[in-house]
């Protein structure tokens, strides 16, 4: 089974700054796929960011970036020019293709890391 | 463009009273919908996924049950709920570019 593993619960860091948020993932397969989501006060589930395993080159997304390392199985998110909006829980979750009887994709979740943006 | 949209939103109900969440999605068809629970801490659990109409896939053994009855609406369901149902839950559906894509989510409380 994948796991998926953010092994910073908080982290704070002051407006304008820069922050990197961890990730590492235990997988068999070669093909799949990976995603920063952020949860807000509001509690919704907003996709930041994802990448391909096959793609050598890291996802950007305006301030948002990562950093893939497949053969270490990291993932981590930078966010740079921290804005007051990005205090969220971050969520970094794996997956990959389930055909189980029929075409399906599963998302396995870390627990997450709540992230403060200070002013 | 797709949307999702899943109600109530909030939600308070006695131990041992049903349950019903809705889920519906728009601007897409056939996709892959999905049910997930929040409990109090972080993490989140997927309970339910289904890849067609009546085609219900579960998880995790549990006090609820799921249903497709059309399309682009998926239905979380519990006869009796517990009180250890209590929790927010996330209604999620993917689409053709291998994304998923959640809903609003739902506050349930069990008392």
């Known amino acids: 089974a994948q796991t998926v593993t953010q092994s910073q619960p908080e982290m704070s860091v002051q407006e304008a700054e820069t922050v990197t948020l961890s990730c590492t993932y235990d997988?068999?397969?070669?093909?799949?796929?990976l995603f920063w989501y952020k949860q807000p006060p509001s509690r919704q589930m907003i996709l930041v960011i994802r990448q391909e395993a096959y793609k050598q080159q890291n996802a950007t997304e305006n301030r948002f970036s990562v950093n893939f390392q497949k053969a270490a199985k990291s993932f981590s998110l930078k966010i740079s020019d921290s804005q007051l909006g990005d205090t969220a829980m971050y969520f970094c979750?794996?997956?990959?293709?389930?055909?189980?009887?029929?075409?399906?994709?599963?998302?396995?979740f870390g627990k997450g890391t709540l992230l403060t943006v200070n002013p | 463009s797709q949307t999702i949209h899943q109600w109530p939103a909030t939600l308070v109900q006695p131990v041992g009273s049903p349950l019903s969440l809705e889920c519906t999605v728009e601007?897409?068809?056939?996709?892959?919908l999905y049910w997930y629970r929040q409990a109090a801490g972080r993490g989140l659990q997927l309970l339910f996924y289904s890849v067609g109409i009546g085609q219900i896939s579960s998880e995790v053994p549990q006090n609820l049950s799921a249903s497709r009855p059309q399309d682009r609406q998926f239905i979380l369901s519990s006869k009796k709920l517990l009180l250890s149902d209590s929790g927010f839950y996330l209604c999620?559906?993917?689409?053709?570019?291998?994304?998923?894509?959640f809903g609003e989510g739902s506050w349930l409380t069990v008392v």
């Open positions: 979750a794996f997956m990959k293709h389930v055909a189980s009887g029929g075409s399906n994709y599963k998302l396995t």
């Open positions: 601007g897409t068809s056939n996709p892959n």
């Open positions: 997988t068999s397969e070669n093909n799949y796929y």
């Open positions: 999620a559906y993917k689409q053709r570019g291998n994304t998923i894509y």
